[in-house]
């Protein structure tokens, strides 16, 4: 019986989709917007209710997951398991990955 019951849980902890933990809309968050590498290679939608969308090279759904900001510190969790994280050095560079991404210049967070 307690191999049932633990076979049943674990299932069902397995199977709980990645947004249930997604945060509240935030509309005013100072992050939110299109960071891009200086080439372009590397770009990363941050929306305003806690998802982001990463294209890499002509790849515009490279990755997407959610994220969290705490203080000036990211936290990504893509789809697929994978995360990463990053620090935001100023209100316009984003140090990630090995990467500096800047934000676009008029950039606005569309969900």
């Known amino acids: 019986m307690r191999h049932a019951f ?7 902890l ?3 989709p990645a947004y249930a933990e997604e945060p509240a809309l935030q509309p005013n968050h ?4 299109m960071w891009v ?3 372009g290679r ?7 209710n806690g998802r982001y969308v990463e294209a890499r090279g002509t790849r515009e759904l490279a990755y ?5 900001v705490t203080g000036t510190h990211i936290e990504y969790w893509d789809d697929t398991g994978f995360t ?13 990955g090995g990467m500096v991404l800047r ?3 008029g950039s606005a967070a569309t969900p």
Not at 6 to 12: F, G, P, R
């Open 42 to 48: 590397v770009r990363h939608q941050l929306l305003p």
């Open 37 to 39: 590498t200086d080439d």
């Open 84 to 96: 990463a994280d990053g620090d935001f050095v100023n209100l316009d560079t984003l140090h990630h």
């Open 6 to 12: 633990a076979v049943v849980m674990t299932a069902a």
């Open 30 to 33: 100072p992050y939110a917007g």
């Open 14 to 16: 397995l199977s709980q």
């Open 103 to 105: 934000r676009r210049a």
């Open 64 to 68: 997407e997951g959610r994220y969290e």
